[in-house]
Every structure is written in structure tokens, then in C-alpha cells.
């Protein structure tokens, strides 16, 4: 099986950048946040594992790297013409998720908690390119993702730290793309030691669909993401980075090949 095997374990890229207002941001390494790793040139184009992520929801399928959800995996960012996909994807491979599962809690998702931990008077911002695929989502079809903390004491006892859900609705301040990723973010209150469910505790990430508010998707439609950050906005900036959105939306420079993406549908 090809698979794993062939690695491409290409690092997170840390970088201290400029936020809105000027202040500077700490990143928090999230590993395999560029979804590199395993390599998706496997017999079905895809990868339904993705290192250092857990995938869970829909029934689970072995595209060589063992068994995992297939509502969920990476793949290159190449059209079946060899074009390029999307013309600011992160590495070689972004990931997709389905929008609807056949799973009864209709919920699809990766996610991972990180080594480091939530601290008092610091705010945490996540941040996610997002792009449409082939079969783009309809417009009551979330996509979310969102920073949790986890009580270890309780594994399955969460707390959401900050959240964010984008709908294929054509938003005119950032609409989503089927050739450009589009970078959304989700920023978390200042934390302060009365946050005792979650500072001290460590970063969890997880992306997810759930199309309860659309009973009628199909799981033939996806979202495409890449470049999952997380970093530590100054205080001051907190404040704007909650209603900052990046919109460079790219001219379409080609037509694109919407169909037969090579991904398992
Ligand atoms: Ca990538």
C-alpha cells in the first residue's frame, strides 16, 4: 500500500505575524496543521488517515494507511487535469470533509489536543483556510471548527474556548471559493483565572460538519481546508481579530474541473 509510507512530515511553519491592530501574535505549533502528512497519492487519490488528527463519524475506509472515517482526508492539490486547485493552498495537500454523514449523529469530524495548555490573560485564536469543492455545500451546511479544553480528569467533559461556523451562503465579505482558500478565524475572550475550566488545561482542535440544519444534504458535498494555526493575539487585538475576517478572494485564473475531482464520493 502506498499510504504512509511515503511521508512528507513537512514541519508547521511558526511564524510570529502581524495581526489586525498592529500587535503581534505567538503561534502554537499544530502539527500536521497543513494536512502534509500521510502522502494522498494512493490508489483512490486520497487518504482517509491523517497523521496526527483523529477522524471520527462516518464508516470508516482503508485507502492504505488503515482504516478511518471516510467522511474526512487529505488530498493534492491538483484537478484531474493537473491544474492547480487552489491557488494559495499551504504544501501540496489540503483536506476535505463531507458535509453529511450516514451516521446517526450526522456529525463528521477530525480533531487533537495539543501539548501546550491555556493560560490566564492570554487570548487564543484559531485560524483555517477554507475553500469549496467540486460539490460545493448548499447554504445550510455548516462547516465549524473550534478550540476546546479538556479536563483530564474527565477526557469527555469539554469546553468550547472559541468557535466558529461558515456557511456556503455567498457572504459578501468572505465568500468561499473553489480555486482560492479564504482564511477564517475564531478568537477566544482574554482568559482569566476564573476560567478554571480551561486555563491550565491543554488546546484541543476539532473541525467538523453537521448537517442537522439540512436534512436533506448529501454527502457528496464538501468542504476543503488547509493551514489549521493557532496563535496567541495581543489583548488589545483580540477585541478586532472577533469580527476580522481575511477576504482576498482570487480571481479565477482557470477553468476549473469541477467534476471527477479523483476523490472518493
Ligand atoms: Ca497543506
Redesign the pocket.
Known amino acids: 500500500m502506498v499510504g504512509r509510507s511515503v511521508r512528507r512530515a513537512l514541519g508547521v511553519a511558526v511564524v510570529a505575524g502581524a495581526v489586525a491592530g498592529g500587535a503581534s501574535a505567538a503561534s502554537i505549533a499544530v502539527p500536521n496543521g497543513?494536512?502534509?502528512a500521510p502522502d494522498a497519492r494512493t490508489p483512490f487519490g486520497v487518504s482517509t488517515k491523517i497523521d496526527n488528527w483523529t477522524t471520527y463519524g462516518e464508516a470508516p475506509f482503508d485507502t492504505g494507511g488503515g482504516p478511518a472515517s471516510s467522511g474526512t482526508g487529505v488530498f493534492r492539490n491538483v484537478n484531474p487535469d493537473d491544474s492547480v486547485n487552489f491557488d494559495n493552498?499551504?504544501?501540496?495537500?489540503?483536506a476535505y470533509i463531507f458535509t453529511k454523514a450516514s451516521v446517526p449523529t450526522n456529525r463528521v469530524g477530525l480533531e487533537q489536543v495539543l501539548a501546550a495548555t491555556y493560560q490566564a490573560g492570554t487570548a487564543y485564536a484559531v485560524r483555517v483556510d477554507v475553500g469549496l469543492a467540486g460539490s460545493s455545500p448548499g447554504a445550510n451546511d455548516p462547516f465549524t471548527f473550534q478550540l476546546f479544553a479538556v479536563d483530564p480528569a474527565n477526557p469527555g467533559v469539554r469546553t468550547v474556548v472559541a468557535t466558529r461556523t461558515v456557511v456556503n451562503d455567498g457572504g459578501a465579505s468572505n465568500p468561499l471559493s473553489k480555486t482560492h482558500l479564504n482564511e477564517y478565524l475564531a478568537v477566544s475572550p482574554v482568559l482569566t483565572a476564573a476560567d478554571t475550566a480551561i486555563v491550565g488545561r491543554r488546546i484541543g482542535i476539532e473541525i467538523f460538519t453537521a448537517a442537522g440544519s439540512d436534512p436533506n444534504a448529501v454527502a457528496g458535498r464538501q468542504y476543503d481546508f488547509?493551514?489549521v494555526r493557532v496563535d496567541t493575539p495581543e489583548p488589545a487585538a483580540a477585541g478586532e481579530l472577533a469580527f476580522a475576517v481575511v477576504a482576498a478572494l482570487g480571481r479565477r485564473r482557470r477553468r476549473r474541473v469541477d467534476a471527477a475531482r479523483g476523490r472518493r464520493s
Do not use: I, L
Not at 493552498?89 to 489540503?94: C, P
Open positions: 497543513s494536512f502534509e493552498a499551504t504544501g501540496a495537500q489540503v488547509d493551514n
